[in-house]
């Protein structure tokens, strides 16, 4: 409002006592005014929304196929508490870049499961609905985390859901179900993905040798590449 009140002097000063000079500030003035509102109500433009975390927050910044489920499994937080925290009106509705800023403490925690999935590496991904905005992805609500000690198949079933017979036959070409898994190529964990293709995921910053966040992984570069598996030599 104040570039608004400063341009309005400069403009009359320009133009004082001219007709046509009162006609162009009426003009440029309602021009800016247009672009002024159309900033404020763009969806998702909001200042909160994009902006930077507070030193004692998580920053996260949201990639293709993320929900704010899966975000919140990951850190330990309910979905509730996230959107609330975020002042996100619709939690089916986040944005590829927009920051999610995740508190370090808070009573927002879920429930983690134990033994090789943990609060940070739990991330739950389910096929996706019909898309209705160019850079929004709807999901339905994701599965819990896997239940401990539950076998390499079972978590496979659970995040590729339809799709869970294939990619076990994938994974099991791949590297016999094994998590710990290494070839000399770089290839590691179930499903062997390359060190420079496990970079372009969600779970860059977790172990490929944890099987959960493989399998993720592995399900996030599926549902990119159109729901095929031309990255893996093995076929289903």
């Not at 162009?24 to 975390?53: D, E, K, Q, R, Y």
């Not at 002042?87 to 499961?113: F, M, R």
């Not at 609905?129 to 994701?142: D, L, N």
């Not at 869970?164 to 964990?189: D, F, H, K, M, T």
Request: proline residues 5%.
């Amino acid at each position: 409002m104040q570039t608004y009140q400063h341009m309005r002097m400069c403009l009359q000063h320009f133009v004082k006592g001219s007709l046509v000079g009162k006609f162009s500030i009426g003009i440029a003035l309602g021009l800016l005014l247009m672009v002024t509102t159309f900033f404020v109500n763009v969806p998702g433009a909001s200042a909160h929304a994009w902006a930077t975390c507070s030193r004692s927050d998580y920053s996260y910044r949201v990639v293709a196929g993320d929900t704010l489920s899966g975000i919140g499994y990951r850190y330990g937080k309910s979905w509730s508490g996230l959107a609330s925290y975020n002042h996100i009106v619709n939690p089916n509705l986040i944005y590829v870049n927009q920051i999610v800023c995740i508190p370090v403490h808070g009573a927002n925690n879920t429930v983690s499961a134990q033994g090789q999935v943990t609060q940070k590496s739990a991330t739950t991904y389910v096929a996706p609905q019909k898309v209705t905005q160019k850079s929004v992805t709807t999901y339905v609500a994701p599965l819990p985390a896997p239940v401990a000690n539950g076998s390499v198949a079972a978590m496979i079933y659970q995040v590729f859901g339809g799709y869970g017979s294939a990619a076990i036959n994938v994974a099991r070409c791949e590297s016999g179900l094994n998590p710990g898994a290494y070839n000399p190529s770089g290839a590691a964990g179930v499903f062997q993905i390359m060190p420079g293709t496990w970079a372009g995921t969600s779970e860059a910053g977790q172990s490929p040798y944890n099987a959960f966040t493989n399998i993720v992984a592995a399900h996030q570069i599926f549902v990119r590449d159109g729901y095929s598996w031309r990255e893996w030599t093995c076929q289903p």
